[in-house]
């Protein structure tokens, strides 16, 4: 096994992997092959690596949206497990921004991002402040009661960056947020991720072929071969 990736020593360990594995259609397909990782609190670390390397997978089981074969998976030091009831570390710790939105098409940008509050409890006035605040943030405030299919690329991107963080997550998993944009609203939009995940003290992982964007996060990892390889001095 080899060690898990470098943080600085200050910086409480948030995110770790050990050892996982993951592979897909009966073990047809290996794309994990013992990953070690591990993020610090308020760290920004971008994950990098060629296509179908298994960024995403990644992702997905850091957040607790998949299992992983072998190997252990924790947040603030629990343990994920389907023991350890993920959907609740969803609704309560970890945001995530989908590669593909995952927004729902028919419902207006209001409604979608409040779907996340109602499955945490949240109450309908916190929740429409908080909607309120990062909507303007994201210079989405004219656009709450648009359905999303009326949305440009851009604002839905955007959308779905205030959806996962609608509950005030510790952790924000991103997986390609940036990915079918152009170069300017991509960097405009990345702006934004980094101003509200700093002022929030927001650990940030984020997968991106972008090494333009990569270079701006605290630390860079590349994956390949279905394991995490030393970031690069940046
Ligand atoms: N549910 C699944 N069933 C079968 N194979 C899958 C599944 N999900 C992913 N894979 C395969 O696992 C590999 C890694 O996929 P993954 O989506 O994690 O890659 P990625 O690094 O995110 O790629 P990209 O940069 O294109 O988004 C790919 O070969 C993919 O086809
Ligand atoms: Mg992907």
Known sequence: MTPPTSIPAAAPVVLRAQDVWKSYDQGAITVLNGVDFVAG?????ALCGPSGCGKSTLLHLLGGLDEPDRGL???????INRHTNPL????YEVGFVFQLHNLIPDLTLQENCLIPTVAAGVPRPTALARLQDLAERTGLGHRLHQRIQKLSGGERQRTALCRALMNKPRILLADEPTGSLDEKTSSVIFNLLLDIVAKEGVTLVMATHDRALAQR??????MRDGRIHEPQPL
């Open 88 to 91: 609740r570390l969803l609704r």
């Open 41 to 45: 609190k308020g760290e920004t670390v």
């Open 73 to 79: 998976i924790s947040v603030n030091s629990v343990e």
């Open 217 to 222: 996060c605290d630390r860079l990892v590349e």
